[in-house]
Antibody, heavy 119, light 106 residues
């Protein structure tokens, strides 16, 4: 059974940092691109970042470029998102999602982890 | 950036109804479009990819069509499990989502 399990969310002050993790199982993690997508309360889904299967290529939304870093450890079947200089507008549920290729749709999503940026 | 606009934002329907949701792209995206279903507090679930390809395991009452800038998701006979919010997503140039269409009970 395919599973993606996010962790690491929580309450953080503006300007602070947080690292999210996404543990994958039930498929060959190293064969798939993976991404982070977030959803602020009552808002639409917003793509955040994606990384290729090998980890060589990474892409970021303009809203997080220079503040967030995506990475993966294929030996641990885990995806990460390092989030620095957090702002109130980063408050959202963060989902990890996988796709066959870096350029395609997302065929499976995790259940998400909530990040709240507030003083 | 490619903008995605869905209509309507909310749709009230009854079990057995035929339901159609429209998604428009701000520029030509060929058929690089997916549809997702999301229920409250849950992750999105892939229904359709490449505009009209049904994801494995998704009931055949769901179908997608369109190309270029205009796309539709059709549910041929609405079932109780289908009351949810539906999002379109373009993946022609990075990834952007529509604002969602909530399908609720009339």
């Amino acid at each position: 059974e395919v599973q993606l399990v996010e962790s690491g969310g929580g309450l953080v002050q503006p300007g602070g940092s947080l690292r999210l993790s996404c543990a994958a199982s039930g498929f060959t993690f190293s064969n798939y691109a993976v991404s982070w997508v977030r959803q602020a309360p009552g808002e639409r889904l917003e793509w955040v970042s994606s990384i290729s299967a090998s980890g060589i290529s990474a892409f970021y939304a303009d809203s997080v470029k220079g503040r967030f870093t995506i990475s993966r450890d294929n030996s641990k079947n885990t995806l990460y998102l390092q989030m620095n200089s957090l702002r109130a507008e980063d408050t959202a549920v963060y989902y990890c999602a996988k796709g066959e290729s870096i350029a395609l749709h997302f065929d499976f999503w995790g259940q998400g982890t909530l990040v709240t940026v507030s003083s | 950036d490619i903008q995605m606009t869905q209509s309507p934002s909310t749709l009230s329907a009854s079990v057995g109804d035929r339901v159609t949701i429209t998604c428009r792209a701000s520029q030509n995206i060929s058929t690089w479009l997916a549809w997702y279903q999301q229920k409250p507090g849950k992750a999105p679930h892939l229904l359709i990819y490449k505009a009209s390809s049904l994801e494995s395991g998704v009931p055949s009452r769901f179908s997608g069509s369109g190309s270029g800038t205009e796309f539709t998701l059709t549910i041929s006979s609405l079932q109780p499990d289908d009351f949810a919010t539906y999002y379109c997503q373009q993946y022609n140039n990075y990834w952007t989502f529509g604002q969602g269409t909530k399908v609720d009970i009339k």
